[in-house]
């Protein structure tokens, strides 16, 4: 069983920062692949960043420049520091993990969504 969890959302005020943690837990071989997205009400869910195995970063193009994504390997975490905040950037963000777990000598494929954590920034 694999878990993914986020954390480190909160109320903020604009022009502030913030980092978000997704850590994964469980009984997998290896992480390839870790998105973050988010979801502000009443829109469709937006890809915020996203970093491959190998060291691979991507960003939307709303949050270019502002945040980053780094990962700390020994922890199985990944972060989104969240820079020079706007209410714009109000939303859940969820974190999106693709992974591979072993069943006896083979190796499969899967993916898992936490179930976010809400950031909110506002005067």
């Known amino acids: 069983q694999v878990q993914v969890v986020e954390s480190g959302g909160g109320l903020v005020q604009p022009g502030e920062s913030l980092t978000l943690s997704c850590t994964v837990s469980g009984n997998f071989y290896s992480i390839y692949n870790t998105e973050w997205h988010r979801q502000a009400p009443g829109e469709q869910r937006e890809f915020v960043a996203g970093l491959k195995i190998g060291g691979t970063v991507s960003y939307g193009d709303s949050v270019r420049g502002r945040f980053a994504i780094s990962s700390d390997s020994a922890k199985n975490t990944v972060y989104l520091h969240m820079n020079n905040l706007t209410p714009e950037d109000t939303a859940v963000y969820y974190c999106?993990?693709?992974?591979?777990?072993?069943?006896?000598?083979?190796?499969?494929?899967?993916?898992?969504w936490g179930q976010g954590t809400q950031v909110t920034v506002s005067s």
């Open positions: 999106h993990v693709v992974y591979t777990y072993t069943i006896g000598a083979r190796h499969e494929d899967s993916d898992l």
